[in-house]
């Protein structure tokens, strides 16, 4: 079985691995709505600092040495619960934090379609079996994490300042950059050599090309 059906697909997903994860991170920004009139470099920029953020507050890399903020907050924030569901597919929808109820939600059917995307596209050196969902998984606790009480660290991490009077200023959320520190936080956490964000960017556009083949097929169901 193949969830890549077309040749010339298959080869622009597989270029997305020549893009650099803080590229990936940019273009994740530039996707999200009120981030459309920033700059590439801009982007870029709180991009790369969202990565930092998220990879310190993962705490050091499997097998480094103790000692980051990272450590610290997850230590004292229990780890939500962990719900797995089917019906993600259609929404392309992998995982979601549920603040009010203190869960992760999971979907086990986009989870197993990206597990299948990566053998499609030889990326199993960078994903091993098992990597979707416990990627997905930490993405969601990082959520948690910087919901429970690290977003204005967030927030001062990005030091987007929109306003200042003597010494009070005043900083900007950026909206998406949660995600990217998230995937930055994943990352760090599994001791990956690329960022989830690789897999989620080329999942997108397969699950987009497979509901819309789905909706071809089926027109009645429009």
Known sequence: MTVVDVVAEAAALRALEDVDDAELGARLLRGVPTNESRSDEELLRHATRATAFGAELAGPAPGGSASSAGSASSAGSPSP?????????????????????????????????????????????????????????????????????????????????VFRLGRFRRLAYIAGADEVAAHAFATRSLGLTRSPLLLTAAATAAIRTRNDARSASNPKEN
């Open 81 to 161: 619960e962990i719900v797995e569901h089917e019906g993600g597919l259609e929404a392309a929808l992998l995982a979601q934090y549920d603040a009010r109820h203190h869960r992760i939600d999971l979907f086990t059917d986009t989870i197993a379609f990206c597990e299948q995307l990566v053998d499609d596209l030889g990326w199993r050196h960078l994903f091993p079996v098992g990597t979707v969902r416990a990627a997905a998984v930490e993405h969601e606790r990082a959520h948690h994490l910087v919901t429970a009480d690290r977003s204005r660290d967030l927030r001062a991490a990005l030091d987007h300042e």
